[in-house]
């Protein structure tokens, strides 16, 4: 069993940055593969990004490439997601997730999901 809380959401300008992070609790961390996704008002939770076991390999949506940057410190059980040159439409509440095997861009491949924590980009 893992436990995720995901926190560093707030409001910021257009152009700003945010870094979330997700701690998790519970055992073997470190196997896990992380993904971010995120859900805006009356839409469909989304992949965002995402991180293999040992943080050597990572995949971007489309939308976020180049802009955000995730990544995973496992002597800390934390997995973070560095959000710079924000825009209006990243305004969501964003979820952590962990996968027992490899990641994945679909919320079915995912096995334990944190709160999630509201980002509001202002313009």
């Known amino acids: 069993q893992v436990q995720l809380v995901e926190s560093g959401g707030g409001l910021v300008q257009a152009g700003g940055s945010l870094r979330l992070s997700c701690a998790a609790s519970?055992?073997?961390?470190?196997?896990?593969?992380m993904g971010w996704f995120r859900q805006a008002p009356g839409k469909e939770r989304e992949f965002v990004a995402a991180?293999?076991?040992?943080?050597?390999?990572?995949y971007y949506a489309n939308s976020v490439r180049g802009r955000f940057t995730i990544s995973r410190d496992n002597a800390k059980n934390t997995v973070y997601l560095q959000k710079n040159s924000l825009k209006p439409e990243d305004t969501a509440v964003y979820y952590c997730?962990?996968?027992?095997?490899?990641?994945?861009?679909?919320?079915?491949?995912?096995?334990?999901w944190g709160q999630g924590t509201q980002v509001t980009v202002s313009s």
């Open positions: 997730a962990a996968a027992k095997h490899y990641y994945s861009e679909y919320v079915d491949g995912y096995d334990y």
């Open positions: 991180i293999n076991w040992s943080g050597g390999s990572t």
């Open positions: 519970g055992r073997a961390f470190s196997s896990y593969a």
